[in-house]
């Protein structure tokens, strides 16, 4: 009888660990974010008016870092280990849809900083197949304010390699 | 009695809990952090550099944060409100026995002295706050000898914020 009732402390113990160990309310919330959450490294990419998917060259790291708010893509030199080209702030996702809100942009003259950027999302095999079109924009100095001169579309695939 | 021998199971019970996380280790979660307490985007709160008798809080106008994933980390300082980057650098980590050791595999600006392939840090999480600590080394080819040689030893502190 003693023993029986040990065995139930103990499952009760184990229940009430396995519910506090699991953030399901967070999960419900940002269902997407936690599947984003790792390194990406570019597998290939498709821009402007190219007719085909381009592997990402050899001598070149393209990552992209993903944390539960914020993001950060890095393209370098793999031999020098220099960067050539760098962008991140925060992001959010909803429906199929993952939108960059760019804090730094490296190199700078895009004008991107504090635009909004969606891309279309879809994940599979560990895949993330992100599309949509990247913005260049300049200052009119008669309105001054920046303008969209140009927009180019943008296909890449991206593998997590964590 | 009963009590007190339900209170003695619960209690080796817990014991037990508690040793399993930790892949059998002693129970040292508490001074020394997993990788899952560092997952997530950290902000630069104060710093103290080389010879400096006191933390110096991040400056407003400068962005200064820290992605970490579960083996890569960058870290970025920008202006807030503008385009430009400061400086920028990133790789993989590894983490052990509160080290945590940066593996760096792309830096900026490209004419940085190189820092050498490994570089540990103490890494301390205290109330949301990750201390962080060490010397950067930056190194020289030295053309005649054919081999690095330390130019510059500096002693760093530094508090980040989670943010995310």
């Known amino acids: 009888m003693r023993a029986i009732k040990l065995f139930g402390i103990l499952l009760l113990v184990l229940a009430l660990l396995g519910f506090s160990s699991h953030p399901v309310e967070h999960i419900n919330k940002k269902p997407r974010a936690v599947d984003l959450v790792g390194t990406w490294e570019l597998v290939s990419s498709k821009i402007g008016n190219a007719e085909n998917y381009t592997l990402r060259k050899e001598t070149i790291g393209y990552k992209k870092l993903i944390t539960p708010g914020y993001f950060t893509w890095i393209s370098y030199d793999l031999e020098s280990m220099e960067v050539t080209g760098l962008g991140g702030g925060k992001y959010n996702v909803g429906e ?3 939108v960059e809100h760019i804090e730094y942009f490296f190199p700078a003259g895009s004008n991107l900083q504090g635009v909004s950027l969606p891309f279309e999302m879809r994940i599979e095999n560990n895949q993330w197949f992100h599309s949509g079109y990247v913005l260049e924009r300049e200052l009119n100095t008669e309105q001054g304010e920046y303008v969209v001169v140009g927009r180019t579309y943008i296909q890449e695939v991206w593998r997590k390699i964590d | 009695m009963k009590t007190i021998k339900m209170l003695l199971a619960f209690t080796i019970f817990l014991g037990l809990v508690g040793f399993v996380p930790n892949g059998g280790q002693r129970l040292v ?3 020394h952090p997993t990788i ?3 997952i997530g985007t950290w902000e630069l709160v104060s710093f103290k550099y080389g010879e400096e008798q006191s933390f110096s809080p991040r400056p407003d106008f400068i962005g200064y944060r820290k992605l970490i994933t579960p083996t890569h980390f960058v870290y970025v300082s920008f202006e807030e409100g503008k385009e430009a980057i400061d400086y920028a650098g990133g790789g993989t980590f590894t983490l052990k026995d509160g080290i945590y050791t940066e593996h760096i595999e792309f830096y900026y600006p490209g004419d940085s002295k190189l ?7 103490q890494c301390k999480i205290q109330d949301k706050r990750w201390h962080h600590s ?3 080394i ?6 005649d ?3 690095y040689k330390v130019v510059k030893r500096q002693r760093i502190e530094e508090i980040w914020q ?3």
């Open chain 2, 29 to 31: 979660s508490d001074t």
């Open chain 2, 36 to 38: 899952d307490d560092l």
């Open chain 2, 138 to 143: 930056e190194r020289e080819f030295d053309i």
């Open chain 2, 115 to 121: 820092l050498g392939s490994a570089m540990p840090f």
């Open chain 2, 134 to 136: 060490g010397y950067i």
């Open chain 2, 145 to 147: 000898k054919g081999v």
């Open chain 1, 96 to 98: 199929d849809e993952y």
């Open chain 2, 162 to 164: 989670r943010v995310d």
